[in-house]
């Protein structure tokens, strides 16, 4: 009887334990979420508009802070890689299988996987990301791409660690810019 007892205080006292630690848990969870989010510092005109290759970006909050979050809804928002890409007269163009960024993260060009059949024959191109137009909402319509596709058949194929040609919207080619020289191979 009396193991029976100690054992009931036992279980009591465990109980209230928990329970004392879930609500300062929850205390601190709610002190958190109404915390005001972190100042962006303003950008100061005498720092460069893009960090150096050697300098590693500065963080702007102190550690422990919890990330900021933003919800845009699903019509707001799509995917790219993998999309069908059409050009102005309804042509199949082929799909996007990457995309290419300058050194301030900016997206410059799509690379669409042009061509073939079934993976056979095709070949990769960079094409304007300005020369693409994604139609808004839930319809999962294909990406437009103004260009033809003779144009896009007569670009220079897309090679990884190769300098990247891009193709403009009215069909010029234009090189990427590089922060260095290209090595001959």
């Known amino acids: 009887m009396q193991a029976a007892c100690s054992l009931r205080f036992l279980l009591r006292s465990v109980v209230t334990t928990l329970a004392a630690v879930a609500a300062v848990l929850a205390l601190i969870a709610l002190s958190y979420a109404q ?3 972190p100042e ?6 005498a720092q460069p508009d893009s960090p150096s290759p050697q300098t590693p970006p500065q963080a702007t909050a102190p550690p422990g802070t919890p990330a900021t979050a933003t919800v845009m809804s699903k019509s707001d928002v799509q995917g790219v890689l993998g999309k069908d890409v059409r050009s102005a007269t309804n042509e199949d163009m082929g799909h996007i299988v990457d995309v290419i960024v300058d050194g301030a993260g900016e997206p410059r060009a799509a690379v669409i996987d042009f061509g ?12 304007d990301w300005n020369a693409l137009h994604f139609t808004p909402g839930d319809n999962p319509s294909p990406v437009t791409l103004d260009l033809t596709k003779d144009q896009v058949k007569a670009a220079p194929e897309y090679a990884e660690k190769k300098p990247v040609v891009i193709l403009g919207a009215a069909g010029v080619v234009h090189p990427m810019p590089q922060d260095e020289p290209a090595k001959p191979e």
């Open 40 to 45: 962006t510092p303003k950008a100061d005109s």
């Open 35 to 37: 915390a005001p989010a």
């Open 116 to 127: 073939g059949f079934l993976g056979v024959g095709s070949r990769k191109v960079a094409v």
